[in-house]
C-alpha cells in the first residue's frame, strides 16, 4: 500500500496554501486561533469565498457541484485548512445531508437542495439525537404519521448543533412501530419556519448556546420531503453517520492544535525554564504527539484504501475513537499550559466583544473554552463506547 504523497499531491497542496494566504481573511484566522466564537455571518462568508473558487463541496462529484477531490485532495485540505485557522465547513449540508440525497434522493431533490447548500440559501442542522435516544438511535419516538400528502410529525430533537441558525432539518423519524426498530424509520427534510416548531437553545460548559432542543407539534410535512423509501431510513443514517465518524477524527484539527500548544509551551516558564523542557510535561506531549502520528498513518492506509475504491467501515470508528481521544489530551495539556490564567476565563474574549486585554497569555480563555467544548467530541457521532462495541463486533468477531 502506498501512502506517499505524489508531486500532484504535493502540488496541490501548496495550491491550497497559497489560496489561503490570499483569501483566509485574517479576523476570521484569528478568532478560530483564539478559540472565539464564530457569527453566523462569518461562517457564510468563508463557505461564500470556498464556493466561488469551487472548493466548499471537496467531497462532492463534479456532476453535482463539487470540486471532485480524491479521499488524499480532502484530507491535504482539512489539514492546510486547520494549520491555517481557517473556519471548519459546517459539516450538515455538505458532509452529511449532501452525500445523502446524492445516493438516495430523487432527481427533484437534487436539483433542487443541493445548490442550496452550495450557495447558502439553506442552513441545515441535524435531527437524530433525542432525549432517550441519543447512541441507542434506533430507539428514537420522534412520529410521522401519513395523512393524505403530508406527514404529522410530532416529537422531540436534543443536541442540535447551531440549530438556532438553520431553516432546514433533516430528521429520523418512526413511520411505522409495529416492526423491528430499525425497520420502522425514515428520513424526512423538514422546514424549520413550518408552524408547530420550537427551538429552545442549551447552554453549554463553557457559555455558549451551541446546541438546541426542538420540538414537533403537529408538524406538517409534504410527502415528497421524504427521502428515499418510507422506513428505509436507517440504511441512510447508517450512511450519513460513516462520513460524520470519518470527519471526526480531526486529524488536521489536532494537528494545528498539537502545533499551537508547543508554542505555547516553550512561551510558558515554569521554575526558570520553558515549560517544554520540564520532563514531565514533555513525556506527556510526546505521548500525544506520538498518538497523533500512529493515527495520521491509520488514516493514511484508510485514504489509500478510498483511492483504491474501498468503502471505509469499522475503521472510521477507529478513527472517531482515537480522534477524538487525541483531541481531548491535546486541550487538556493546553489548558495545562497556561496554568492558573485559564481560571479567569473572560466570556467577552471568546464573543471577540471586549477591548480590554485579557489576563495572561492571549491564548488562555480559548484554551478553556476549547477544553470544556471538547468534552463532547467522546459523546457526539455516536459515543466511544458505542465505537468500541462496532470495533468488537466488526473486527474482532465478538
Known sequence: MDMSFSASDQAFRDEVRQFL???????LSEKVRLHQELTKDEIEEWHAVLNEKGWLAGNWPVEFGGAGWTAIQRHIFEEESALAHAPRILPFGIAMLGPVLQKFGSKEQQDHYLPRILNGQDWWCQGYSEPGAGS????????AVRDGDHYIVNGQKTWTTLGQHANWIFCLVRTDSTVKAQEGISFLLIDMTTPGITVRPIVLLEGTPEVNEVFFDDV???VENLV??????????KYLLTHERTNI????????????LKRIARAQVANGRPLIENPLFAARLAEVEIDLMAMSTTNLRMLAQAAAGQVPGAESSMLKLKGTQIRQAINDLTRRAVGPWALAFPSEALEGANDDAPPGPTEAAGATRAYLNNRK??????????QRGIIAKSLLGL
Not at 477524527?249 to 489536532?254: E, I, K, L, P, Y
Open 21 to 27: 494566504k490570499d483569501r483566509l481573511p485574517a479576523r
Open 136 to 143: 441507542d438511535l434506533a430507539s428514537l419516538k420522534t412520529t
Open 220 to 222: 406538517r410535512v409534504p
Open 228 to 237: 428515499g423509501k418510507e422506513n428505509k431510513g436507517w440504511t441512510y443514517a
Open 249 to 260: 477524527a480531526g486529524v488536521g484539527f489536532a494537528t494545528a492544535g498539537l502545533a499551537a
Open 377 to 386: 467530541l467522546s459523546i457526539y457521532g455516536g459515543s466511544n463506547e458505542i
